[in-house]
Structure formats: structure tokens, C-alpha cells
């Protein structure tokens, strides 16, 4: 499908979920040489990474727990800039590293919220491995390890990523057609 309409709004194709494969694929590859050894928990953001994160840790080969971390900063197409924790975590992650996997990176303002939460918990390190990142409205210092895919600041639905809790079960990434 070329254009989609979700709910009161137009999508057109923006990323082809064959790419989107190969994009985790090389990240798996990536994750598995720089934490080899180590002891990894991966924290899934839901609802959103969800789909990235299967994707991804069925390719691993490293040894792994794996915990979800549920907030929201969203209403309809942007974010709030008001984090609210969803539901929490309740592994030990005293002295591991944690890999923090998130289907998006705008602003960093719901990051920037995880990643304080997970430092109180007192890993080795924490690394975050995103699908995709809206570079030009980063407004935080915190890195990046793995980034799939830079886009523009669009709004985007599919592969996880939703409008109004529709659209995430697309197999590809659409973007917003403007009006």
C-alpha cells in the first residue's frame, strides 16, 4: 500500500519493512560484538518498541534478560514533554549493562526520564539502541549506541508506531502527508 488513512489522517510509505529487516539485522550484528561476554538486559519502551525489540533480540546471539518499561509523553501527534511511568521494573540490574530499546528518538525528554529511572538502579552501564531518531529536535546530551534510521521530524506510524493506538501492526513505516 502506497498511502493509508488512519482514523482522520493521510499516510503515504516512508520506509519499506524489508529495510527496516536489514536495519535490525546489522544492529543485532552490532549489539552482539560490543557486549559480548557481558551480562545484558535489554528494557523494552513500550507500546511502541515492541515490534523493533522481537525483531531484534530473536537475531542476538548474546545472552540477555529482557524487561519491559511502559511510559507515555504522547497525545495524538506530538509529544507532551510530560513523562508519566506506566509500569515499572522490577529486575536486578546492579552491576549489568542495560540496553535501553526504543522504536523513537525526538525530543529525548521520555529518555532522558528512563534513563534517570535506570541509573538509580546502579548498572555497569546503560547503552540505548533506537529504530529511529528525529536528529533536528534532539534536545539532549544523552548517546546514542545504536541508531537504525535518522528521518526528519515527521510523524510517522507502523512497525510499532502508532496514531491514536492504530497502525502499529503495519509491517512498513508510513509518514504523515501534509496537509
Do not use: W
Not at 76 to 105: F, P, Q
Not at 151 to 172: C, K, S, T
Amino acid at each position: 500500500m502506497s498511502k493509508i488513512k488512519v482514523l482522520d489522517k493521510e499516510f503515504e510509505l516512508f520506509i519499506k519493512g524489508e529495510y527496516l529487516r536489514e536495519v535490525v539485522s546489522e544492529m543485532a550484528q552490532k549489539i552482539d560484538r560490543d557486549l559480548e561476554g557481558k551480562e545484558v538486559v535489554f528494557t523494552v519502551i513500550l507500546n511502541g518498541a515492541f515490534i523493533f525489540a522481537s525483531d531484534l533480540v530473536r537475531q542476538l546471539c548474546t545472552d540477555c534478560q529482557i524487561n519491559f518499561l511502559k511510559l507515555a509523553s504522547y497525545a495524538g501527534t506530538s509529544t507532551t514533554g510530560e513523562v508519566r511511568k506506566l509500569i515499572g521494573l522490577n529486575e536486578d540490574m546492579r552491576n549489568k549493562t542495560i540496553v535501553v530499546l526504543e522504536d523513537i528518538v525526538d525530543t529525548g525528554i521520555t529518555l532522558e526520564h528512563i534513563i534517570g529511572q535506570l541509573k538509580a538502579r546502579e548498572p555497569d552501564e546503560i547503552r540505548v539502541a533506537t529504530l529511529l531518531f528525529k536528529r533536528e529536535v534532539y534536545m539532549k546530551d544523552i548517546p546514542l549506541d545504536y541508531v537504525g534510521i535518522e528521518i526528519p521530524d515527521q510523524f510517522v506510524v507502523g512497525y510499532g508506531l502508532d496514531y491514536e493506538g492504530f497502525a502499529r501492526n503495519l509491517a512498513d513505516i508510513y509518514r504523515e502527508v501534509s496537509a
